[in-house]
């Protein structure tokens, strides 16, 4: 068996590393004779963008190592897919410069840090391509040129361990800035004229510093930079034979690609490359039967299925391979929701904190596999998100958490009907409301409820727990084990108690009893029955009150030498719920 490549994101490693590698080179093919000369694609995290572009950088770039000598890499190609394509295709093989940089690390607190982490990129490339040194004179202005940005403007104080002064840096900061919003451009002329071929240029993850920016709040800076950076080597570069970008959303509205007359965008709506993001329904059934995993097809189909790209139905690649690699030692392992422990969950967990009566009901129908229909736009911004709720579901929708069910467009207007795609982004939604749910019930003052328990208050207690329940959201009120965790949790923190949980007591097991640190104080006992019907409530709390007499919970707290006890039964249905003592 092949190595898995957990965290491998270079194409050349799956070949040299012999690790398993699920052939996308025909995406080279349809990228020639389908994208434009600039093609943008959006694809939610972990879908194999990265890896995309490696694979491309590999197939089209004239490498050099630096001496200058060419890198003959036809043989990370051998036998795959892209080798039938014709000779049309084959002969753009190591034909191109290519530029590549990665936005993804530009993630920090303030612009100015942001903007030096992107110029490292732009520096690491410049050395990448030191070899073009070679055919300058030296002493001259090109190689005076190239080596500033090869370099950088020194901020660094290696004998003081520190940056120069604030005053000298942000001054140099926007000197730099000045320098390095057009370096890309640069560079492929540099390019061009030593390899007499225009620069293919591969841009990774474009949007992920824009993402950070709005949330650090220097949004509006960082659109400058990206604006000038993309307006430079796409929009005005003549030395530029073939782009393409990759990132979540397409973001338009800030005019980032404004003039960018050939730009080819591809969305998951997009009727291309479907299939070259994400593993196939095909891809998936052979991996697993390759590590002798067939019989987990139904198990790994409905944790991590259900994306529509296109007309292309895929899995998701990331969670897929971890399942792989994780079930080959131990088969009997139950799935897990990988993607959802890489991804940044924060829209959600936000999303669920502030969410009015509406957007509860609308998670309580997806939770419950139900579907809603929302207006569906594409070019949504991140400064759009929280405007309205239909932005906060376009954006779930781009990034991965919703999948189209079906379409339909009314008065100009298209509108989706989604749902969650499978078991695993369903957990992340679960999980997200549980952990506010919780949080919110431990913010609350509960000596009301404590002293109810103390008085046998039955109104006061139904009260309490019923303003808690009428925040939560509808899906969990069918689950008797949510109702037992929300009781069980408001109780731990009763002082001068111990709280125990379904511990034998008499002929059975209570659900819960709060046991006394003084015997001379009673013990509570606490059992819980769960109702589908209003009507049925009654019964339930009849119930919950005589298995606490029939199974002899008190008699069995009373032996163990307590001095009294107080049971109560509670019956909940749905939001609502009623409490009884034992007299």
Request: hydrophobic letters at 35%; one cysteine or more; glycine letters at 6%.
């Amino acid at each position: 068996m092949k190595k898995i490549g957990i965290g491998y994101e270079k194409y050349k490693d799956f070949i040299d590393e012999n690790i398993y590698y699920v052939d996308k080179t025909m995406f080279i093919r349809d990228l020639i004779e389908k994208g434009g000369l600039v093609t943008l694609f959006t694809r939610p995290r972990r879908f194999g963008k990265t890896l995309a572009l490696s694979m491309l950088q590999t197939f089209f770039e004239d490498e050099r190592d630096s001496q200058g000598d060419k890198v003959n890499n036809e043989r990370y190609f051998h036998n795959m897919k892209i080798m039938e394509a014709g000779p049309e295709i084959i002969s753009r093989m190591g034909q191109y410069p290519v530029i590549r940089m990665s936005f993804k690390s530009a993630k920090q607190d303030d612009f100015d840090t942001a903007f030096l982490k992107i110029r490292e990129e732009i520096i690491s490339e410049f050395k990448r391509h030191s070899y073009l040194k070679k055919y300058m004179n030296r002493g001259s202005v090109e190689i005076a040129e190239f080596e500033s940005f090869e370099q950088g403007m020194y901020l660094w104080d290696e004998k003081e361990k520190t940056f120069c002064s604030r005053e000298d840096r942000e001054q140099a900061i926007k000197s730099e800035y000045v320098k390095y919003s057009t370096a890309i451009k640069t560079l492929s002329t540099f390019l061009r004229d030593y390899h007499h071929k225009n620069v293919v240029i591969l841009l990774d993850e474009y949007d992920v510093p824009l993402e950070n920016a709005y949330n650090q709040g220097f949004y509006d800076e960082m659109v400058g930079l990206i604006r000038s950076l993309f307006e430079s080597a796409l929009k005005t570069n003549d030395a530029l034979a073939l782009a393409v970008v990759t990132g979540c959303l397409r973001i338009s509205k800030e005019s980032i690609f404004t003039g960018l007359n050939n730009l080819e965008v591809n969305t998951i709506n997009g009727v291309n490359f479907g299939e070259f993001f994400g593993f196939t329904t095909r891809e998936t059934e052979i991996m697993l039967s390759d590590y002798n995993l067939t019989d987990d097809i139904d198990t790994v189909k409905e944790w991590y299925d259900g994306y529509l790209f296109g007309d292309c139905e895929v899995y998701n690649p990331w969670s897929v391979i971890k399942y792989v690699n994780d079930h080959i030692s131990n088969p009997s392992r139950f799935p897990e929701p990988y993607w959802s422990n890489t991804s940044s969950n924060s829209i959600i967990r936000e999303m669920v904190e502030n969410a009015d009566e509406a957007v509860k009901n609308e998670l309580d129908i997806l939770i419950s596999g139900g579907t809603l229909e929302k207006v569906i736009h594409e070019d949504i911004t991140y400064g759009d998100i929280r405007e309205n709720d239909d932005n906060l579901w376009n954006f779930l929708y781009f990034t991965g958490y919703m999948k189209k069910v079906s379409a339909r467009i009314q008065d100009e207007t298209i509108y989706f009907t989604m749902k969650i795609p499978n078991r695993e982004i369903a957990y992340v939604f679960k999980n997200q409301i549980r952990q506010w749910f919780e949080k919110s019930i431990k913010q609350l003052d509960y000596n009301s409820l404590y002293n109810a328990v103390k008085n046998q208050d039955v109104s006061s207690i139904e009260g309490f727990v019923r303003g808690l329940l009428a925040k939560s959201i509808s899906y969990y009120d069918s689950d008797e084990g949510f109702y037992h965790g929300l009781l069980l949790s408001l109780l731990y923190g009763m002082p001068n108690y111990t709280v125990k949980s379904n511990r034998e007591e008499g002929d059975g097991r209570p659900d819960i009893v709060i046991y006394p640190n003084n015997p001379e104080d009673p013990a509570y006992i606490f059992e819980i029955k769960n109702r589908k019907k209003f009507s049925e409530i009654s019964s339930g709390l009849q119930e919950a009150l005589s298995q606490i007499i029939d199974k002899r919970y008190e008699e069995g707290i009373l032996d163990d030498g307590y001095l009294g006890v107080v049971s109560y039964a509670i019956c909940f249905c749905k939001k609502t719920c009623v409490v009884g003592t034992v007299k």
